[in-house]
């Protein structure tokens, strides 16, 4: 199975970030799995080059003793001061990429691995801190069998073969060299160049039917720069007409919701109206359900019958195409 380095540089950020000690190399190992099962010459080589890469990207790891009385095996930590982000002014564009970052995070696949991650420490005798990890509000989601598969195939730029059935059609192979992966009205969609048109297209994973075959090597094609996802799905579906919601939402909640409002107005009991402008009623309830309680719904009714749909849905464990 390929290289999820993505993840191992996110686990060792965790592990890092939420001890409220210095980690020694073997506790470090130990906590994740993409080291636990290297070699201990080829989990030296990954370590430096990950420590090396997050120093790139502007976090330090610092090293130092654990214990300052003795000269003892140096540990590893990074700083929570020197990780946090100050205050930021979003666009609505950006923080739209937030917002689909923290869904991939959030996806079973991403988050099971680093609890088991922060498990590990803690098995080890390691105290951690979790509150330092509550980057992101928890968010009601479903899977798609094909998921893992893509998003590796996307961040490798690995061309894939995959059966795909469409309502009411015959189930065809299609060929596509990936481009990146996109949430879309409710739903996971794969895009890139479909290989057999010749031109761009978006898949529904839920319609991915069997495994996902790779169909040449890691980095055999370029993604086209200044490729948008959001602006190819936006031109396959057309939006609907832009329209205002109001919404109730939970003091300190629902940030991506806020990030969007035209006026919030605190009506008492730690709640505040929010009224936002939207081109997508899928797309809006998806946001909104994903907050739970925290958020509801005033008007339209529309928009309210389908976040209760998709709620309901949920918790069948499923989420079925609208009529």
């Known amino acids: 199975?390929?290289?999820?380095?993505?993840?191992?540089?996110?686990?060792?950020?965790?592990?890092?970030?939420?001890?409220?000690?210095?980690?020694?190399?073997?506790?470090?190992?130990?906590?994740?799995?993409?080291?636990?099962?290297?070699?201990?010459?080829?989990?030296?080589?990954?370590?430096?080059r990950d420590k090396e890469e997050l120093r790139e990207l502007g976090i330090t790891v610092e090293m130092g003793s654990i214990d300052k009385y003795f000269n003892d095996e140096p540990g590893y930590r990074i700083r929570r001061d020197e990780a946090e982000l100050p205050d930021l002014e979003l666009t609505r564009e950006e923080a739209a990429v937030i917002g689909l970052a923290t869904q991939v995070w959030e996806h079973a696949g991403l988050a099971s691995d680093s609890t088991t991650a922060l498990v590990k420490l803690k098995s080890i005798?390691?105290?951690?801190?979790?509150?330092?990890?509550?980057?992101?509000?928890?968010?009601?989601?479903?899977?798609?069998?094909?998921?893992?598969?893509?998003?590796?195939?996307?961040?490798?730029?690995?061309?894939?073969?995959?059966?795909?059935?469409?309502?009411?059609?015959?189930?065809?192979?299609?060929?596509?060299?990936?481009?990146?992966?996109?949430?879309?009205?409710?739903?996971?969609?794969?895009?890139?160049?479909?290989?057999?048109?010749?031109?761009?297209?978006?898949?529904?994973?839920?319609?991915?039917?069997?495994?996902?075959?790779?169909q040449g090597a890691a980095g055999s094609y370029e993604i086209p720069e200044g490729t948008d996802m959001k602006d190819i799905a936006?031109?396959?579906?057309?939006?609907?007409?832009?329209?205002?919601?109001?919404?109730?939402?939970?003091?300190?909640?629902?940030?991506?919701?806020?990030?969007?409002?035209?006026?919030?107005?605190p009506i008492g009991g730690d709640v505040d109206e929010v009224e936002i402008r939207y081109s997508s009623s899928w797309e809006l309830a998806s946001e909104v359900a994903s907050y739970g309680p925290d958020v509801v719904v005033v008007s339209p009714p529309a928009v309210r019958s389908a976040v209760?749909?998709?709620?309901?849905?949920?918790?069948?464990?499923t989420l079925e195409a609208p009529a």
């Open 1 to 48: 199975m390929a290289e999820r380095k993505t993840e191992r540089l996110m686990n060792l950020i965790f592990a890092l970030l939420v001890s409220r000690q210095y980690l020694t190399k073997d506790q470090i190992r130990e906590s994740i799995a993409d080291y636990r099962d290297s070699t201990p010459q080829a989990f030296d080589r990954k370590f430096e």
């Open 234 to 265: 936006r031109a396959l579906f057309p939006p609907e007409p832009d329209e205002a919601a109001i919404l109730r939402i939970r003091t300190g909640r629902g940030q991506s919701l806020r990030r969007l409002a035209e006026k919030v107005t």
């Open 125 to 214: 005798g390691v105290d951690v801190d979790t509150s330092v990890l509550r980057m992101a509000e928890p968010k009601l989601s479903t899977d798609e069998p094909s998921f893992d598969a893509m998003w590796d195939a996307v961040t490798r730029r690995v061309p894939i073969m995959f059966v795909y059935a469409r309502p009411n059609r015959e189930a065809m192979r299609r060929h596509l060299q990936p481009w990146g992966i996109i949430s879309w009205r409710d739903r996971w969609y794969v895009g890139g160049l479909d290989l057999d048109r010749g031109e761009p297209r978006i898949f529904r994973l839920s319609r991915v039917i069997g495994e996902v075959e790779s």
């Open 308 to 317: 209760v749909g998709r709620l309901q849905a949920a918790l069948r464990g």
